[in-house]
């Protein structure tokens, strides 16, 4: 399985952004997707996932109400979205995949990243 994440890019502090991860080489159907992301000089983090019919999801408490996690199974796509951005929001994010909860030592696979910037 292939990730590609896109959608990063410079917004200003209360601005929003959307991810999006595509997942090619297999149907993802049957997994959970997510996003983890690591800031300079820190460990990489939880942000959200979503499981495989997309009727269960979970946050990060930083982002609880900021952040919307979806996906489509017919595209093998999940998303992003990102309200309210903070400077402290400001990583590399990666989508991963893998059984739910989706927890990072049990991610199977993780997309190259992309790059988020927060500017205060």
């Known amino acids: 399985v292939q990730l590609q994440a896109s959608g990063g890019g410079l917004v200003q502090a209360g601005g929003s952004l959307r991810l999006s991860c595509a997942a090619s080489?297999?149907?993802?159907?049957?997994?959970?997707m997510g996003w983890f992301r690591q800031a300079s000089g820190k460990e990489r983090e939880f942000v959200a996932a979503i499981n495989w019919g997309g009727r269960s999801t979970r946050y990060a408490d930083s982002v609880e109400g900021r952040f919307t996690i979806s996906r489509d199974n017919a595209k093998n796509t999940v998303y992003l979205q990102m309200n309210s951005l903070k400077p402290e929001d400001t990583a590399v994010y990666y989508c991963?995949?893998?059984?739910?909860?989706?927890?990072?030592?049990?991610?199977?696979?993780w997309g190259q990243g992309t790059q988020v910037t927060v500017s205060s």
């Open positions: 991963a995949l893998g059984p739910w909860p989706l927890r990072t030592v049990s991610v199977d696979y």
């Open positions: 080489g297999r149907s993802v159907s049957k997994y959970a």
